[in-house]
């Protein structure tokens, strides 16, 4: 994965490897990569991929 941006509490990130364009990656994001984000760094809200 890639970062791209982080802007008001928004972090924006690339997958790359076998996460982009696989159709769970929606999944790993989510419950996986945010999950862990927000628990470290509280002021995160959101993660999106682009």
């Known amino acids: 994965m890639e970062l791209v941006d982080v ?3 928004v972090v924006t990130l690339r997958l790359t490897g076998a996460c982009n364009g696989c159709p769970m990656a929606v999944m790993t ?3 996986g990569i ?4 927000k628990e470290q760094v509280p002021e995160i809200k959101e993660v999106v991929a682009v």
């Open 29 to 31: 994001l989510r419950h």
């Open 7 to 9: 802007s008001d509490g």
């Open 34 to 37: 945010e999950w862990v984000l």
